[in-house]
């Protein structure tokens, strides 16, 4: 194996696994994924496995299939987003109590957006 194929594995197989890992995450088979990408099953697999590498254009599809950005798809660490940041700062001064009710209000307003009950989402305080 060539250098250039070597480093090209290192990238391959660590972004193969996280993108195996948000789509399972978000309950998706191979085949939603392939098809909300507009790629084959076969390519899905063989990017989630490290056999293949992806060019930036079907990397920016699977993140958007994904619903995730193309950094946590390369990195693997998820940027907090403004309205997540928002919502901390909220939660952190309320009391125990009502970070509680606020909290399980944002579940069921998550589930309801979600169109699912609670057992299909597998949602834990």
């Avoid at 194996?1 to 990238?11: F, Y």
């Avoid at 972004?15 to 390519?43: C, N, P, W």
Wanted: charged share 30%; proline share 3%; net charge negative.
């Amino acid at each position: 194996m060539t250098e250039a194929e070597q480093r090209r594995r290192e990238v391959c197989i660590p972004v193969g696994e996280r993108i195996r890992h948000f789509r399972e995450e978000a309950r998706m088979t191979k085949e939603g994924l392939a098809e909300a990408a507009d790629i084959s099953t076969q390519y899905v697999s063989d990017i989630e496995q490290g056999r293949k590498c992806m060019n930036f254009i079907i990397f920016g599809r699977i993140a958007k299939a994904l619903h995730i950005d193309m950094e946590t798809l390369l990195y693997g660490c998820r940027a907090e987003s403004p309205a997540e940041a928002w919502a901390m700062e909220y939660l952190r001064e309320l009391t125990p109590m009502d970070r509680q009710y606020a909290a399980d209000m944002l579940i069921h307003a998550a589930r309801a957006i979600l169109g699912s009950g609670p057992e299909d989402q597998g949602v834990r305080r």
